[in-house]
C-alpha cells in the first residue's frame, strides 16, 4: 500500500529530517511538502509541493484541509512547534474531513510537555525526579532559592525550545540580567556533570504504549545534537518511556536530561519528531516509519533493534539551477491561482 504523507514546514531543518528519515524508510509512499515560503529547497524534493498561508493566518487550516482532500493524504507530520499546535488542537476535525492523521498528542498533553514549569510540576507529583525550580514572578523565593542551590543557574523561557531564550547565571547580577531579558522565566539548578547530557527519542504507540526508544549521549553544535554516542537497552530509555506513558504522549518525543549522581533528571520533552530524526534510522530506529506504521497501517510496531555506534553531522549543500527554481515557483504559483479555499 502506497501512503500520502504531507510534511509542512518543509522548508525548515525540521521538515528536511523528517523528509530525510521518509526516504530512509521501505515503506511506498508519495511525499507531499508544504511550505509557507516558496524559497524552500524541501519543495523542490518532495513528489508535490504546495505554497500554504502562515499558521497565524486564518486560511491556514482550510488549506491544509484542501491539500489533504486533493491529495489523499494519509497522515500529517509538522515539521514546525508553530504549526503543530494549530494541527494538534483541529487534529479530530482534520481526520473528520480528510480521514489523514495529525501525527501529534492531544493538545491539552502537547502543552503540558512544553511547559518547562507544568512539566515540573508533573514530574514531583508523578514520582519522577525534577530539576528544582522556581519561576522569577516569585521574587520573595528567589533569595532562598539562590541559597539553597548557589551559582550556576539556569534561566529560560518556560515556553522557549532548544537553546533559545536560554542564559546561565553567574551571579547575582546575571540573574537579575537575565530574568528581565528572559520573557515568562524560569529558574532552575544547574544539573551536573557537563558531560552527561543525553538526548533521548521515544515513541508511544495509539496504545498508549512506549514501543522503542533511542538514547544519545550528545554534543551540541549549530544548535541541535552535532555529535552523539548512542547506547542501546540503556536504563535511561526505560525511564524515559514510563515519564510518556505517565503524561500520555502519542507519536514521537524528544527528552533532554542529565544523568546526574541521583539518576536521570528530564529538564524538557519536545512532543514532537526532533533534530536528530533524520539520523535515528542509521541506528535502527525510525520514528516516521514508526508513525505511519501505527496510524496508517493499524499495526504495532516492534521494538527496533537499536544498534550502538557513533553519530557525526556536517553541512550538505544543495545547488537549485536557475530554470527548476523559476519553474518551480511557477507552478506554486499557478497551483494557488487555481484552487480556493474550503470552507
Not at 512544553?114 to 514530574?123: G, H, I, P, R, T
Request: proline share 3%.
Amino acid at each position: 500500500m502506497k501512503v500520502n504523507v504531507l510534511i509542512t514546514g518543509v522548508g525548515g531543518c525540521l521538515g528536511q529530517f523528517i523528509l530525510k528519515a521518509l526516504k530512509h524508510s521501505n515503506i511506498q509512499h508519495k511525499a507531499v511538502g508544504c511550505d509557507c515560503d516558496s524559497n524552500s529547497l524541501g519543495l523542490f524534493q518532495t513528489d508535490k509541493a504546495y505554497l500554504v498561508p502562515t499558521a497565524f493566518s486564518p486560511d491556514y487550516l482550510n488549506k491544509i484541509t484542501e491539500i489533504c482532500t486533493n491529495e489523499e493524504i494519509d497522515i500529517i507530520m509538522a515539521g514546525s512547534m508553530v504549526e503543530l499546535r494549530l494541527l494538534s488542537q483541529f487534529k479530530d476535525q482534520i481526520k473528520e474531513k480528510t480521514n489523514a492523521f495529525v501525527v501529534s498528542s492531544d493538545i491539552d498533553t502537547l502543552q503540558l510537555m512544553e511547559d518547562k514549569w507544568n512539566l515540573v510540576e508533573f514530574l514531583k507529583q508523578a514520582g519522577f525526579d525534577f530539576p528544582n525550580s522556581i519561576l522569577a514572578l516569585q521574587t520573595d523565593e528567589i533569595k532562598d532559592f539562590v541559597d539553597t542551590y548557589g551559582f550556576p543557574l539556569i534561566v529560560k523561557d518556560r515556553l522557549g525550545s532548544g537553546s533559545k531564550g536560554l542564559g546561565i547565571a553567574k551571579n547575582e547580577q546575571q540573574l537579575h540580567q537575565l530574568i528581565k531579558q528572559i520573557p515568562n522565566a524560569i529558574i532552575q539548578e544547574y544539573l551536573l556533570p557537563d558531560d552527561e547530557e543525553y538526548t533521548v527519542g521515544v515513541f508511544v504507540g495509539s496504545n498508549g504504549k512506549a514501543s522503542g526508544n533511542i538514547v544519545m549521549k550528545r554534543e551540541l553544535g549549530l544548535g541541535m545534537t552535532f555529535k552523539a554516542e548512542v547506547f542501546p537497552d540503556s536504563k535511561i530509555g526505560a525511564h524515559c518511556e514510563r515519564v510518556l506513558e505517565k503524561i500520555g504522549c502519542i507519536g514521537p518525543a524528544n527528552v533532554q536530561l542529565r544523568n546526574t549522581e541521583r539518576g536521570p533528571v528530564i529538564f524538557e520533552i519536545n512532543p514532537r519528531f526532533s533534530s536528530t530524526t533524520s539520523a535515528r534510522p542509521l541506528f535502527g530506529y525510525n520514528d516516521v516509519a514508526m508513525s505511519i506504521n501505527d496510524f496508517v497501517f493499524k499495526l504495532q510496531n516492534d521494538r527496533p533493534d537499536v544498534k550502538s555506534g557513533r553519530l557525526f553531522r556536517y553541512v550538505e549543500d544543495v545547488f537549485v539551477s536557475a530554470d527548476d527554481y523559476n519553474k518551480m515557483e511557477a507552478d506554486l504559483n499557478r497551483e494557488n491561482e487555481k484552487t480556493a479555499f474550503i470552507e
